[in-house]
């Protein structure tokens, strides 16, 4: 089993849209949970990072965790088509400085 | 600005010839992260310092080395590079147990 897991895609939605990014972790001690934004070619960019169960929102993101179901996801609201990207997401497991990464979801936002 | 970077941004070395890839940061943060992300994979951490501690994944080949001869750089060293060590290289920085990572832009590794 993958420490992080995340649907490949592509996952299309048409501008305006609510795109819905999802991810699981094996690793019940984990803490700490980000998403990253990576365009092809470029390094990963921080969107936000969640510690607490529940949701927490900024901008047009919300993050939502789950630490019972060990799972994690990012909404990203009124869609549009400089979001797409590739979106990753990391865990950092318990006492330990490491973030570790799912292979990532690629986002199409189509006009 | 306070960054971490990668130095060179684009690397051709021939096959069995021996690389350095470089990082630099302005942050002084005392943990240092190599990754390697090939196309489509995930960014796979190959080790990391804790100030000068330096520590290895498991997985990760022999072939790879790092040094960080101070807080400000770290070097990753590819004794014989392969054609499948081709990817993006990527370097990060945080402080220690604060999770406040940093990425440098990468270095695209091509082998030849």
């Known amino acids: 089993q993958k420490e992080v897991e995340q649907n490949s895609g592509p996952l299309s939605v048409p501008e305006g849209a609510i795109a819905s990014l999802n991810c699981t972790y094996s690793?019940?001690?984990?803490?700490?949970f980000f998403w990253y934004r990576q365009y092809s070619g470029k390094s990963p960019e921080l969107i936000m990072f969640?510690?607490?169960?529940g949701d927490k929102e900024d901008g047009r993101f919300t993050a939502q965790l789950n630490k019972a179901s060990q799972y994690v996801s990012l909404l990203i609201r009124d869609s549009q088509p400089s979001d797409s990207a590739t979106y990753l997401c990391?865990?950092?497991?318990?006492?330990?400085?490491?973030?570790?990464f799912g292979t990532g979801t690629r986002l199409q936002v189509f006009p | 600005d306070a960054m971490v970077i990668q130095n060179p941004r684009y690397q051709v070395t021939q096959f069995g010839k021996p690389v350095t890839l470089s990082c630099s940061q302005t942050?002084?943060?005392?943990?240092m992260y190599w990754y390697q992300q090939k196309s489509s994979q995930a960014p796979k951490l190959l080790f990391h310092y804790y100030d000068k501690d330096f520590n290895n994944e498991a997985d990760t080949p022999d072939n790879f080395q790092s040094r960080r001869p101070n807080t400000s750089f770290c070097f990753l060293d590819i004794r014989s590079p392969g054609l499948g060590d081709a990817a993006m290289y990527l370097c990060a920085t945080s402080r220690h147990r604060e999770r406040d990572y940093t990425f440098g832009s990468g270095t695209r590794l091509t082998v030849v």
């Open positions: 969640i510690y607490s169960n």
């Open positions: 942050l002084n943060h005392n943990v």
């Open positions: 990391a865990v950092s497991p318990y006492n330990t400085d490491k973030l570790i």
């Open positions: 690793d019940r001690g984990s803490q700490s």
